[in-house]
């Protein structure tokens, strides 16, 4: 098992303790992801872990993957874990389902 798999395996073991879906959203541009949406709702901060609404719901939790990373330095990857199946990303930005496989992944 190479540290990338035993990274991502360690992720989802914190961030799948008790949220039912965990997403791979990457995008390029600031930290937080503006325009990004959970349930419809944008987030309108991503801070201490936390992932919360423009109103102030609570949408989930996150961990940084990649942070200014890429070759702008404006590239970001982040792991969310919500128990909304509905996410769309920022414009021009992707979303797919965290593979939950032990020993595999899609980071």
Known sequence: MTDRMAQADYL??????TKTNQFKMTWEGTKIPRGATINGIEIGWTQHGNVTGVGGEQLGQ???AT???????????MIISTNYANITPPAGGTVEPVIREKGRHNL
């Open 62 to 64: 996150y961990e940084r």
């Open 12 to 17: 989802r073991s914190l961030l799948g303790a």
């Open 67 to 77: 942070e200014f990373g890429g070759a702008t330095g404006e590239q970001h990857v």
